[in-house]
T-cell receptor
Framework: RKEVEQDPGPFNVPEGATVAFNCTYS??????FFWYRQDCRKEPKLLMS???SGNEDGRFTAQLNRASQYISLLIRDSKLSDSATYLC?????????????FGAGTRLFVKA | SAVISQKPSRDICQRGTSLTIQCQVD?????MFWYRQQPGQSLTLIAT?????????ESGFVIDKFPISRPNLTFSTLTVSNMSPEDSSIYLC?????????????FGPGTRLTVL
């Protein structure tokens, strides 16, 4: 079983739609959680951290459920510019530092 | 977040040769990381570049194939040695840090390597 699993998609949605991505992680020692966005042929860029209380940044809402080891990202009112791959990222604390595990990503296409 | 640059941005190399990729950060950082991302795949950590000591390699990656230097807190190099077509990939350096979270990673623009 992969340490971080995501639905690879692709998700094809019209502009204005609401879309949700899910991610599960297997290591209960996971301590911090992130969503990154990666455009085609570009490096991953931090979209937002994910907190236990849930957090929102404009049209983006992230949720964390530690009991179920589940993370979600909700995008409201999708824009064409939201088309990208969204990576679920988990940090696992180990002796001497943290280990970062990247999910394989979920591809999103937003169409006019 | 730190500004990270990588050189070269891309290269096409012959098998059996070696390529050294440079990563420069505009501020001093403790931890620098080297990742590989093969086409259609997610990121795989190659090694952690430690300043003043040898790099720490992940399972499946060895120093002879991927020697790393970290001469100071703003610079690191990764060499891909004795290349084969299987080494064709994007190589990314990253640093940890940021005002809000010291365990957040920020990435350089990547080096796209094609081995013929």
């Amino acid at each position: 079983r992969k340490e971080v699993e995501q639905d690879p998609g692709p998700f094809n949605v019209p502009e204005g739609a609401t879309v949700a991505f899910n991610c599960t992680y297997s290591n209960s020692a996971s301590q911090s959680f992130f969503w990154y966005r990666q455009d085609c042929r570009k490096e991953p860029k931090l979209l937002m951290s994910v907190y236990s209380s849930g957090n929102e940044d404009g049209r983006f809402t992230a949720q964390l459920n530690r009991a179920s080891q589940y993370i979600s990202l909700l995008i409201r009112d999708s824009k064409l510019s939201d088309s990208a791959t969204y990576l679920c990222v988990v940090n696992i604390w180990e002796t001497g530092g943290f280990k970062t595990i990247f999910g394989a990503g979920t591809r999103l296409f937003v169409k006019a | 977040s730190a500004v990270i640059s990588q050189k070269p941005s891309r290269d096409i190399c012959q098998r059996g040769t070696s390529l050294t990729i440079q990563c420069q950060v505009d501020s001093q950082v403790t931890m620098m990381f080297w990742y590989r991302q093969q086409p259609g795949q997610s990121l795989t950590l190659i090694a952690t570049a430690n300043q003043g000591s040898e790099a720490t390699y992940e399972s499946g990656f060895v120093i002879d194939k991927f020697p790393i230097s970290r001469p100071n807190l703003t610079f690191s190099t990764l060499t891909v040695s004795n290349m084969s077509p299987e080494d064709s990939s994007i190589y990314l350096c990253s640093v940890e840090g940021g005002r809000d979270s010291t365990d957040t990673q920020y990435f350089g623009p990547g080096t796209r390597l094609t081995v013929l």
